[in-house]
């Protein structure tokens, strides 16, 4: 797990170079005590195809139940944000950002929804999480539709 003095907090950072390179920041969980869940949504989500160079793009819909710390908002932003010149297929990208975060920050639960706008014509949906929802965890549903076209 990375250091508690965050890297990007409250100071200028650029887009790391690639996914690999990125910090991760994370933080004392405020209410370490608390059983609570943190969303994060990032419905401009974009890396590129591993084949054709050409860019996918995603609504990606994070779920997590802290533990001992959480993701500063900021380095995660631009985690997601190395991505934009990363070539993965839509399951690596997806899998891969949650067991990352999972492995590093080690919540008490997390999920991740990858929600892939169609290329050829066919839409894909990734989904992940650590394990079984923690008992009495409130969980709302992450309430991005299937994707319909013109319909």
Same mark, same amino acid.
């Given at each position: ?8 907090? &409250?100071?200028?950072? &650029?887009?790391?170079?690639? /996914? ?13 005590? =608390? ?14 195809? /591993? ?14 139940? /802290? =533990? ?13 944000? =190395? ?30 929804? &990858? ?27 992450? =309430?991005?539709? &299937? ?5």
């Amino acid at each position: 797990m990375a250091e508690l003095q965050p890297l990007h907090l &409250g100071r200028s950072s &650029g887009l790391p170079e690639s /996914p690999a390179a990125a910090v991760l920041d994370y933080v004392p969980n405020p209410r370490a005590g =608390a059983l609570f869940a943190v969303r994060f949504a990032a419905p401009e989500f974009t890396s590129l195809c /591993p084949v054709t160079g050409q860019p996918d793009f995603a609504h990606l819909v994070i779920d997590y139940a /802290p =533990a001992a710390t959480i993701v500063e908002s900021k380095s995660l932003k631009l985690f997601l944000g =190395a991505f934009r010149n990363h070539a993965g297929f839509h399951e690596d990208v997806t899998v891969g950002i949650g067991q990352r975060l999972f492995a590093e920050m080690a919540p008490r639960w997390l999920r991740i929804g &990858g929600y892939w706008y169609p290329r050829g014509g066919i839409p894909i949906d990734v989904f992940w999480q650590s394990g079984a929802v923690p008992d009495g965890l409130w969980l709302p549903d992450q =309430a991005v539709p &299937g994707y319909r076209g013109r319909g």
